[in-house]
């Protein structure tokens, strides 16, 4: 689908200095946009800096390799913002999910355009273009960059949307992996992008201590439903008895919903005291991020969040009743 760029593409022309940032808990298509954003602006000598409320996973270092991407530290970075007269938030579909640096960034009155394919997505802005059936946001940056300037796209640019679309897409298998993904990706690979070595650098890059720590999750799991929900919990202990951070549960949910008859896989996460992070995946016949929306979260149709203040037992005795009267209903 193709989207109306003119807005954006004026607004970058008068623009002396951009931010752009992504969600909490960045994953591979919010910081790869934000990464292809950066070499193409910068390119255009338009000044830009991008900064997040969380740090860089380990993971996505690679990406990162002149250590642009900064997070937000609220001492230091609040009283400059209003240095920026323009903000790019990226694969974001609520103001929750920006962190500390969206609650003092509504404080100031600074042209704000979202770039985005969440469902229902709720920030209010500028100008947004949201598209819930694009693969990635990767894909509709794609699409700003051959609309406005394609000579920009060099291997860096191709790279790194290269990643955000092979992380949303679960390397080219989950149902939104259309056509018109396998047709971007063929034009990245052109431009440059390496199918083996991105895949590499994001998924055979796992740490002992993360494998450790899947193998003691992996025993924990609860079915439910002769399987077809599948949860489990991680405790702050166990990862700190597997040497593993907290960054490298990224993925368990997946794997778990990868289990054959499992139609809802959920992860307990205690990120600490009081704090949980719950995930949900589907294997397309629960809509989950009803269920996250809820209890204040979101995502996608498959693929949701929620972060609760709330021990890690309270937060198993109020998400699981939800959760397992949407399976239940599967079964009548
Ligand atoms: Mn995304």
Known sequence: ??????????????????LLTTHVNPDGDGLSSEIAMYYCLRKMDIEVEIINDSALPDEYSFLDPENIIRQYDREKDRGRLNQFDLIFTLDIGGVARLGKLGEDLALLNISTICIDHHPENHISCSYKIVDEK?????????????????????????????????????????????????????????????????????YENYTRQRMKL?????????????????????????????????????????????????????MFLEVRKNRVRVNFRSQGKVIVNEIARKFGGGGH????????????????????????NAVRKLSL
């Not at 689908?1 to 951009?18: A, C, F, G």
């Not at 290269?162 to 989950?174: A, P």
């Not at 439910?224 to 599948?230: D, N, Q, S, V, Y």
């Open 134 to 202: 694009s693969p990635a946001t990767a894909c509709l940056i794609y699409e700003l960059m051959k609309q406005m300037n394609p000579e920009v796209i060099d291997t860096k640019i191709a790279e790194a949307l290269y990643v955000g679309l092979m992380t949303d897409t679960g390397s080219f298998r989950f149902e939104n992996t259309t056509a018109k993904a396998m047709e971007i990706a063929a034009e990245l690979i052109r431009l440059g992008a390496k199918p083996a070595d991105i895949f590499s650098n994001v």
């Open 214 to 266: 899947l193998g003691v999750v992996l025993q924990k799991i609860q079915y439910e439903f002769e399987g077809k929900l599948a949860w489990f919990k991680v405790l702050g202990s166990d990862i700190q008895e597997a040497g593993a951070t907290l960054d490298e549960v990224g993925g368990f949910t997946d794997f778990v919903r990868s289990i054959k008859g499992v139609e809802v896989s959920i």
């Open 301 to 324: 149709f498959f693929a949701a969040g929620i972060s609760l203040n709330d021990t890690l037992e309270d937060a198993v005795d109020k998400v699981l009743p939800e959760v397992r």
């Open 1 to 18: 689908m193709e989207h109306n760029w003119k807005p954006v593409i004026e607004k970058l022309k008068t623009s002396r200095k951009v």
